[in-house]
Structures are given as C-alpha cells and as structure tokens.
C-alpha cells in the first residue's frame, strides 16, 4: 500500500501561484510513477501532468502546458504541481496519484493509489 497526502490547495485570484504537494509513505517511492489529476463540480475527472520514476519525462495536458510543472524529490518522497497563471477555468479538486512501474500514462484507471485530494480556486 502506498498513502498519498496532498497539501498547497487554496483561494487566489487569476493570474496567481499556487504550489501543490504531495507526500507518500508506504513503499518505494521511486517504484512508482506520479500523477496530478483534477476534477471539477460537474465534469468528469482530467488528467493534468505526470512524472517518471526517475523524473526525467513529464507530460501535461495542453492546458496547462508553459504554466504548470510537475516535479518529484525521491530522497524526500514527494511530488509537486507548481502552478502558476493560474485561471478560474483551473478551479477543481486536485488529486496525486501513483501507478507502479515504469510506464507514464495518462489514462486515470491505471493509477493504483490516489490522495484525498487538495482544493484549488481560483477567482476572476
């Protein structure tokens, strides 16, 4: 079992930053890929960025691509979203995932573990 616990969410206004976190305890962490997805009230859940093992290939949906970058800290177990121009339009529930293995994917039903979820607004 891998437990994943998302931090960074809040209120801020279009054009801000926020910096999303997520710890994971349990197992190792570099077995594991990372993900970010988020949800919005009403529409199903998205796929926002995810990370390799080792953390040299990310990919992001292109709506975030140039504002948004995914990170990871194997010594410290942590993955993190830095966000920045953000838009009322990346208002959602954001949520860290992990999928065991070496292949980066996009497709949520292929991650094995998943946080509670941190909220993100953003005001226009």
């Known amino acids: 079992q891998v437990q994943l616990v998302e931090s960074g969410g809040g209120l801020v206004q279009a054009g801000g930053s926020l910096r999303l976190s997520c710890a994971a305890s349990?197992?190792?962490?570099?077995?594991?890929?990372m993900g970010w997805f988020r949800q919005a009230p009403g529409k199903e859940r998205e796929f926002v960025a995810t990370i390799s093992q080792n953390g040299r290939s990310t990919y992001y949906v292109d709506s975030v691509k140039g504002r948004f970058t995914i990170s990871r800290d194997n010594a410290k177990n942590t993955v993190s979203l830095q966000m920045n121009s953000l838009k009322p339009e990346d208002t959602a529930l954001y949520y860290c995932a992990a999928r065991d293995g070496v292949v980066v994917t996009t497709v949520d039903k292929e991650y094995d573990y998943w946080g509670q979820g941190t909220q993100v607004t953003v005001s226009s």
């Open positions: 349990g197992r190792t962490f570099t077995n594991y890929a």
